[in-house]
């Protein structure tokens, strides 16, 4: 009915293009530079670290956390005041991908807790120097060791950390 007047071909590509359109790839939007400017307040004391960071963004850019004192704080964006989590010796945090989580080391381990705050949860041990980690999509967290085993992955249930890729040092 609507294509009254086509050849059977052109009906064809028609209905061709009418499935592809919404798969067809689009050229990513230009995001705008942005600035952000965050009063921590006063008391806010930065450790320093020879490896990692003290302070992370959210995935959504909406949130970050950053490290006080051995604590974590979490600040939304939208808000003017940050909050304290319940966490002692915390260091180096990142984000889960959703954005649900925060993940960090603590005591020769990884370790995470929910951006709402809660239970701290043992993810797994790291028998070394935790020197940084990503959390990937599947849950599970590649944490760089600096001490000589490399780059290991923690599963996502938690658990004993595997050897992915060893140091250049050849130590395993």
């Not at 086509?6 to 009906?11: G, V």
């Not at 008391?43 to 670290?49: E, L, V």
């Amino acid at each position: 009915r609507y294509f009254v007047g086509m050849s059977y071909k052109e009906a064809a590509v028609a209905l061709g293009i009418a499935l592809w359109a919404p798969w067809r790839s689009e050229k990513p939007a230009d995001r705008p530079l942005v600035r952000l400017d965050v009063d921590l307040g006063e008391d806010a004391a930065f450790p320093t670290f020879n490896y990692g960071t003290s302070l992370a963004i959210s995935p959504d850019g909406m949130r970050l956390v950053y490290v006080s004192g051995g604590r974590l704080f979490t600040r939304r964006l939208d808000q003017p005041t940050a909050t304290e989590l319940a966490t002692q010796g915390a260091a180096q945090p990142f984000f889960s991908p959703d954005g649900k989580w925060i993940g960090f080391s603590a005591r020769k381990g990884v370790n995470k807790i929910s951006v709402e705050g809660g239970p701290v949860v043992r993810v797994g041990d790291i028998d070394g120097v935790f020197n940084g980690a990503s959390w990937a999509e599947d849950g599970s967290i590649f944490v760089g060791d600096n001490s000589g085993k490399g780059l290991l992955q923690l599963p996502d249930a938690g658990g004993v950390a595997r050897i992915l890729v060893p140091n250049d040092r050849g130590v395993a």
